[in-house]
């Protein structure tokens, strides 16, 4: 016969939750000043946003952003030529459905919420070339994608090293595909002078971070160096560049860079750019990641010599993924200034987001008038993407217990 529990072990049922009326009392209307405050800040928000959406929808005139979408997406990519942007944008949608089949965590958010816009893109109001029944599928197809991957990544047995090999790979391919071959009649050459808008921008942005970030971390390490000639290297790479402007950076980048390349040898203008854009982001990465490796206690780094562990691997499987988790807030504060940071290249005339803007404003007379719409939907497409990636990065601090003990 079995003996009846004994009601001290039984653990106590947490209590429920409060309910929306509960929480609204206790926290928003628990005193009579958090009561007026309350009321108060309604009333203004209520007023604000009754303002701001009846400008939107009724007073604004878009038609500088709508008549002609594709010129803010793809500058003066050819038309013709589209169908690789498009297999571009589908094949780094497949990537990250199969990604988030396999780490699951804040990627996943990433993938919803690019999903949801490109299949909300592709239900816009548009005119022009974007309004078209290939082009609206062009866009829709990427969340199926997005859907395919996760399905793919739960039943097939992808490895997490080919998944990083395919990614690697799209960073390559994507490119090519972008600029194309200069014998070939199905991908000719597009030169980087066509591109513009939202892919030069993004361009600009990965490839500045993709590249930013291992320069940085070899130049904080490189400044904790035991080695003179590293340490003095870094150090007064570190100081010079951070020292200077990105607009200045940019110049030399661009103009005078040019000056002392060989008579005949010409490095492509937006590379240029994007040179300048790496090594001013990856100076500022090196002061954050180094920030994280102070805070490594020396007694991590004597236990791992105690077991028997080189220096490289004491640095590479201790102390670097310890300090990058410290600074993970930091990194993403970093890449989002650096992804609002492209807008600069408008000055060494570079046809990034802001810079098409521009030029359409200067296109027909109407719109001269019209620079606050152009302008909110350039200033909604940055908030859009910089949210994005606050949204992830904090989802990806909570996975990881950043500032938890």
Request: glycine share 8%; hydrophobic share 55%.
């Amino acid at each position: 016969m079995a003996e009846a529990a004994d009601p001290g072990l039984l653990t106590l049922r947490p209590p429920e939750p409060p309910g929306p009326l509960a929480w609204i009392r206790k926290n928003l209307l628990n005193t009579w000043y958090n009561a007026l405050l309350t009321i108060l800040s309604f009333v203004v928000l209520y007023i604000v946003l009754s303002a701001i959406l009846r400008w939107a929808f009724f007073q604004a005139d878009w038609r500088p952003v709508t008549r002609n979408p594709l010129l803010y997406l793809v500058g003066s990519y050819p038309r013709a030529q589209l169908w690789r942007v498009g297999l571009s944008l589908q094949l780094v949608s497949l990537l990250l459905g199969i990604s988030t089949g396999l780490q699951r965590g804040s990627i996943r958010y990433l993938a919803v919420a690019v999903g949801l816009i490109l299949g909300a893109s592709s239900l816009l109001p548009l005119t022009g070339e974007l309004d078209s029944l290939t082009a609206r599928g062009f866009l829709l197809v990427n969340p199926l994608l997005i859907a395919l991957g996760y399905v793919l990544a739960s039943r097939l047995a992808i490895s997490g090293r080919l998944l990083s090999i395919g990614w690697l790979a799209s960073l390559v391919l994507i490119p090519i595909l972008l600029r194309g071959f200069s014998q070939s009649e199905s991908v000719p050459t597009v030169e980087t002078t066509a591109w513009g808008g939202l892919l030069v921008t993004l361009f600009l942005a990965v490839g500045g971070i993709l590249l930013s970030f291992p320069i940085g971390v070899l130049l904080a390490l490189g400044r904790r160096s035991t080695l003179p000639v590293v340490k003095l290297f870094s150090t007064a790479f570190i100081e010079i560049v951070r020292g200077v402007p990105l607009v200045t950076i940019l110049f030399m980048s661009s103009i005078i860079l040019a000056l002392f390349l060989p008579q005949g040898f010409r490095i492509d203008r937006l590379i240029r750019a994007l040179l300048g854009m790496t090594l001013f982001s990856a100076a500022y990465m090196a002061e954050n990641v180094r920030g994280g490796l102070q805070t490594i206690p020396k007694g991590q780094i004597d236990a791992a010599k105690a077991v028997g562990l080189s220096n490289f691997q004491t640095t590479l499987l201790i102390v670097l993924p310890q300090a990058l988790r410290a600074v993970i807030p930091t990194i993403v504060g970093q890449l989002i200034s650096l992804f609002k940071d492209t807008t600069l290249a408008i000055i060494v005339a570079i046809n990034e987001l802001l810079s098409i803007g521009k030029a359409v404003l200067q296109s027909d007379i109407e719109f001269l008038q019209l620079q606050l719409e152009v302008f909110v939907f350039i200033a909604a497409v940055f908030w859009i993407f910089s949210a994005v990636m606050s949204y992830s990065s904090r989802r990806l601090e909570e996975r990881l217990g950043v500032g938890e003990r």
